[in-house]
């Protein structure tokens, strides 16, 4: 589909509403004092316009208003021979998938105030464990038995699994992200020398803890007791999100069935693993590049099945298109070569499983949610904005790179000024609540945001380095 029948459509069915939040409009679009401070705080700004003044707000202003103009004047120009829809595809996918999620699962979500309770009694305590982690299920039922039977855990570790030393850990009541292992360290009181298990992990190990021992590290200050209140409460909240998507994940794939063709699958997993480990384009499990098209490289044909999914056949062309749209994600960091393909196959199946999750979207009409459309409308522009600024670069004899070598000076000589016939061609449509602007508040600390465990990580795209003009004399000042 081609970006510009995108737009369209997005122009002709999004709505603005008018309220208290809205700082700038342009025509369809809007600024709103959320997106003021999203863009400013939660990523870097440049040094001409990191404080909290008057000046500096007007810049940051400026700049997004900028961008906002960048992207309209191209709109009409913009096609799938200049930009593809993949990346944009994919943002929109992933805030259907965000809303779809916050609709059907999260907002079910009720606090059990008995529970908190007890947690908060734990929450305090510094854990020191012993455990084992065991991938075999026959082997957890024999380690469970010799438990029941008195068996002493080193005895177990040392005499029946042979193991030269016993894996050791300290666990505190924020570190653990997995509901069934937090339960059961923090849900009741533990004592030294007590053992836990089997529980079953997220990634569908069976552990067996002991309490080796625990320090109590109190709360002295009103203060601190509220804060600490706070942070529990929100902690709890967060890993009853992941118990209740587990849950439904569970229920919305009950039935399918994934089967990978070994031969290609071993194929795939060793080039997987060539670019995105050896070639340094995972960190922190997120793709930093343009993710692998498999079907070009030597030795994998573009035909060849990649899976079965409930029955159907998909070849290596469909799991092309999939990935270009959805960088694969991988759920662990440091995966060493012989534990890749096993990664490598869970980042395939929780593809799949986002793009159950995208027809349910759709199915849902998703695709034309308020919300879905608004977050997405401030990553189309921003990329529709940079891919003018690099026209309007190339076409200037400035290139790129020189550019991001040094913005101010590619600005003070030929942006600000192209940026003020933007200004002077749209002002007619630009509307702009100076009270709300003075309302803000901005810190100047340097800070990027990410979302973990998605295709695309970044809560918001980065600063728009455009202008670095304060004065503001176009448009019509308005309080919506």
Known sequence: MKITLLLILFTQ??????????????????????????????????????SNTQIHKKIILNSLISEKLLALDIESYISSDNLSDNFLKGIKEQYMRDYLLRDMVYSNIKSDSTANKKYLKNSTKT?????????????????DMLISQGIEFETICFDYLNLAEIPEKEMTFFYENDPAIHESIFLNQLFPGEILGPII??????????????KDNPLITSDEVANHVSMVNQRLYELDQVRQYDLYIKETMKGSNVVFNNKVFVQLASKAYDYYID????????????????????????????????????NISYLDDLISKHPLVFRNQNISR????LQFKYALVDLIRDEKLNEIAYSNNYDTNENVLKDYRVFSDATASKLHLEALLNGNNFTLNQF???????????????IESLQALYSDSIQINFDLLDQIELTNIDLYAYKKGVPYPMLVPLFPVLTNKSIIDYGREINF
């Not at 992990?201 to 625990?214: E, G, P, Q, R």
């Not at 012989?338 to 393909?341: I, K, L, V």
């Not at 000076?409 to 192209?418: A, E, H, R, T």
């Open 201 to 214: 992990s997220k990634d569908n190990k069976y552990l067996f803890i002991k309490i080796k021992s625990f």
């Open 13 to 50: 069915s999004f709505i603005f509403s008018l309220d208290n939040d809205v700082l700038v409009r342009i025509k369809d679009r809007v600024i709103t004092s959320e997106d003021f401070i999203l863009r400013s705080e939660y990523t870097v700004r440049p040094s001409y316009c990191k």
């Open 127 to 143: 854990y020191t464990l012993n455990f084992l982690a065991i991938p075999s299920l026959p082997v957890a039922n024999s380690i």
């Open 279 to 314: 070639r340094n384009n995972l960190i922190n499990n997120q793709v930093l590049s343009t993710s692998l098209v498999f079907s070009k490289q030597d030795s994998i044909n573009y035909y060849d099945e990649a899976f079965v999914l409930d029955g159907n056949s998909y």
């Open 338 to 341: 012989r534990d890749f393909g």
């Open 404 to 418: 991001n070598q040094n913005p101010e000076s590619i600005i003070d000589n030929f942006l600000n000024q192209y």
